[in-house]
């Protein structure tokens, strides 16, 4: 999944743990991670959702400031289907110093 670049720094603090997608079909599974910068992104859940239930509060949950704000950048393509991701970051491990012996 990607993210534009002023959502990302809220992916990785947490803050940001839901996307809404408006694509012809998922471009995501449940149970897998995507690569983001550094780290990644592991989905947790997919439902599809109409109009209705993309409320203010959704749209700011999301990292926007509003509806219009959401609705800009949640179209990709000719998609008409509305998904409701949730995921979480995941960081990337740090490497361990190699052990001399």
Not at 18 to 45: A, T
Not at 52 to 63: H, K, M, N, Q, V
Not at 75 to 95: A, D, M, Q, S
Request: a positive charge; aromatic letters at 8%.
């Amino acid at each position: 999944m990607v993210f534009t670049k002023r959502l990302r720094e809220g992916v990785r603090r947490g803050e940001i743990t839901c996307s809404v997608r408006i694509w012809k079909r998922p471009h995501v599974k449940v149970g897998n991670r995507y690569r983001m910068e550094e780290g990644e992104i592991e989905v947790d859940s997919i439902t599809p959702i109409g109009f209705p239930d993309i409320t203010p509060e959704l749209a700011r949950e999301s990292g926007f400031l509003g509806l219009i704000d959401l609705l800009k950048v949640a179209k990709h393509g000719r998609g008409e289907n509305i998904y409701l991701i949730r995921f979480h970051y995941v960081r990337p491990r740090t490497k361990r110093p190699a052990r001399h012996k």
